[in-house]
């Protein structure tokens, strides 16, 4: 995938540090990039930005990095050589996907018509679990 290439590159050999890499998770976890020249966007949760600095480290796994540090939080460091690579970041959490509201997300409730993603004001009733 491009950003995980784009990451690989940006970081070089820095990924062996372990402040660097406890950085990277910072700014992978809960952090939506987008890359709008090539209209590309890259997320990871926190268990799949440990695994990806394993991966890029080539050695451990996702536990070794997993919540090593303040997630969506982007250092200067990882912002500036993403950008240089036409990656930019958005930290900001979801907003409540109901009209007119600004509250960031907390609930996420399957309903009938599929996922509502809303803050704790506008969570839905849960759908009724059919079929079991
Ligand atoms: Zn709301």
Redo the contacts with the bound molecule.
């Keep these: 995938m491009a950003f995980e290439d784009d990451l690989r590159t940006a970081m070089g050999a820095d990924i062996q540090n372990d402040e660097i890499a406890t950085q990277v998770w910072s700014a992978l976890a809960n952090v939506t990039w987008y890359h709008p020249e090539s209209k590309q966007e890259a997320g990871y949760s926190f268990r799949a930005a440990g695994g990806l600095i394993a991966d890029l480290r080539g050695n451990g796994d996702y536990m070794d990095w997993y919540c090593s540090g303040p997630y969506a939080t982007v250092s200067d460091r990882i912002g500036r050589a993403m950008k240089k690579l036409g990656w930019i970041a958005d930290t900001m959490p979801e907003i409540?996907d109901?009209p007119g509201?600004l509250?960031f997300v907390s609930c996420w409730t399957p309903t009938e018509g599929g996922y509502r993603n809303?803050?704790g004001?506008?969570q839905p009733e849960r759908a009724a679990l059919k079929n079991r």
């Design positions: 409540c109901e509201c509250e809303t803050c004001k506008h």
